[in-house]
């Protein structure tokens, strides 16, 4: 349906200088974003919204006249991160477009791929386009549709006219979500693909019985969104899910607690039935979108509830949603047991052990943080799916790569275009992301609210990091200039 209401639209850009004839980034330590480790110090070269070249040994003094310059001794330098699973707020939460946006770009992402734009089609497709304009503060914006967005039910016979639709409007793509024919879903999938769109599917307990993972991926689709239908694809001794006779999938409290008991009831990590659905889901190119964030209250609720950057920055109206009532998506903490999260804590290590070692044999794994939804704010949030991928046994450059190239390697194949940004190499987009620390050391560095370290000489805990330089399309953002922002507008809606 179109009829969906409104949240405020981002304002005119406010903020973020550029972009320049010629940016230096000077003496900088480079993790390039491909695995390889890092590497400096060197000199970049932006010219426009572009990286022009880099230079090892560092440019002479008299390069850098009439140039802007960014000293970075001591910092590290990173491709601007995409976060393959961003919603762009929504009615439900009330956050403005500007708060999620300037959130995402206060936590180095560049872009983000809106799973569904439910928002509604012409919300979402002007801030794509403002934001292509830089017109306002905000990420690159791929935006992926669904037929909510559209005026009749979707059937295979009416497929191609919605692609069509789809077309028109701008969009990049396709979200499957909900209760879906499998026929509808083929027919979907196979229209896309003609026209170079993309799709991702949350492949919910209403179609897994009928479409899992493997089936979705051999009719051509592009990535499975969390990992609903991947169990299913690995039942050995059954066909469908242990439910209770008591489920109702409606039910939130129903469906989050017994999908933190459906791991364990695929077969075991290494198993013959088990290797042999990674090792075909691998041979399709098929991409992996985890989102481990956004259930991470099921297997520690307080956790999730108490994180620290909540009081300041997470909105009012946002933390409102979050609290639990069964009528709302993912607030589901109505009678949450220590059974339930014991459950989920299972779930996860079998859940990470497919992750890493699907990653190890080649597949791709992008980061998705799904935030807005059970306790996990824009950009905080996206910072913790990487420390949740290491906690999988990703190196930190493996989570770097999976944040900046896999993300745009998978962008660029689904939409049948060459790569433009996700690695820092000259010709490539200037999207960058600055910082103090080093991140390999330690990814809590890199929330806004930086990490707690003792001060040895005075003995006083601080906090230190955060990104320091967000750089989008050649123009430089004052990333903690961006969270006071953020931080007013929180403070003013309180
Ligand atoms: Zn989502």
Same mark, same amino acid.
């Given at each position: ?197 993309? $799709? /991702? ?7 897994? %019985?009928?479409? !899992? &993972?493997?089936? =979705?991926?051999? @009719? ?66 098929? $991409? /992996? ?7 991470? %209250?099921?297997? !520690? &609720?307080?956790? =999730?509830?108490? @994180? ?83 906690? =999988? ?102």
């Amino acid at each position: 349906m179109s009829n969906v209401k409104q949240v405020p639209h981002a304002p005119d850009r406010n903020i973020g200088e550029g972009p320049f004839e010629r940016l230096i980034i000077r003496g900088v330590t480079m993790i390039d974003g491909s695995g390889t480790p890092p590497d400096g110090s060197v000199d970049i070269v932006v010219e426009g919204n572009k990286i022009k070249e880099i230079v090892q040994a560092g440019l002479p003094e008299s390069a850098l006249a009439n140039a802007k310059v960014i000293d970075a001794a001591g910092m590290y330098v990173m491709p601007g991160f995409v976060d393959t699973h961003a919603h762009i707020g929504g009615v439900n939460q009330g956050v403005p477009a500007e708060y999620v946006h300037k959130l995402w770009l206060a936590h180095g992402v560049t872009t983000v791929r809106d799973p569904g734009s439910f928002n509604g089609a012409d919300w979402t497709i002007h801030e794509k386009e403002r934001s292509e304009k830089n017109e306002i503060v905000a990420p690159r914006i791929y935006a992926y549709t669904c037929p909510r967005n559209w005026d009749k039910p979707l059937t295979p016979d009416n497929v191609p006219e919605f692609v069509q639709w789809a077309i028109e409007k701008g969009f990049d793509g396709f979200k499957i979500i909900n209760r879906w024919n499998p026929d509808t879903i083929v027919a979907l999938l196979e229209e896309a693909k003609k026209y170079n769109l993309g $799709t /991702m599917a949350h492949i919910s307990q209403t179609t897994a %019985a009928r479409m !899992d &993972a493997l089936q =979705a991926a051999r @009719a051509g689709l592009g990535s499975l969104e969390h990992w609903y239908g991947l169990p299913e694809a690995m039942f050995a001794d059954r066909t469908v899910q242990h439910f209770p006779a008591h489920y109702n999938y409606s039910n939130e409290y129903h469906r989050f607690s017994q999908s933190g008991r459906l791991w364990k009831q695929a077969a075991p990590p290494h198993s013959d039935k088990w290797n042999a659905v990674m090792d075909e889901l691998i041979e399709l190119d098929f $991409t /992996m979108n985890p989102t481990f964030a956004i259930y991470e %209250a099921s297997r !520690d &609720a307080a956790r =999730a509830q108490t @994180a620290d950057y909540h009081e300041e920055y997470t909105y009012p109206s946002l933390w409102n949603y979050y609290q639990p009532d069964p009528t709302k998506h993912g607030s589901f903490f109505t009678d949450w047991t220590t059974q339930d999260e014991i459950e989920w804590k299972e779930n996860y290590r079998l859940w990470m052990a497919f992750i890493n070692e699907y990653k190890n044999r080649g597949g791709r794994i992008c980061t998705g943080s799904d935030s807005g939804f059970i306790y996990k704010t824009y950009g905080f949030d996206f910072i913790r799916e990487f420390e949740l991928l290491q906690e =999988a046994g990703f190196h930190p450059l493996e989570v770097i790569r999976a944040a900046t190239l896999k993300g745009a390697e998978l962008l660029s194949k689904e939409n049948n275009v060459p790569m433009e940004f996700g690695v820092i190499q000259p010709g490539y987009l200037a999207d960058l992301v600055l910082v103090k620390e080093n991140p390999l050391h330690n990814f809590k560095t890199l929330y806004g609210n930086g990490a707690l370290r003792l001060n040895r000489d005075t003995g006083v805990t601080e906090r230190v990091g955060g990104v320091s330089f967000t750089i989008k399309d050649g123009i430089i953002y004052d990333a903690k200039a961006l969270l006071e922002d953020v931080k007013e507008m929180v403070h003013h809606a309180k």
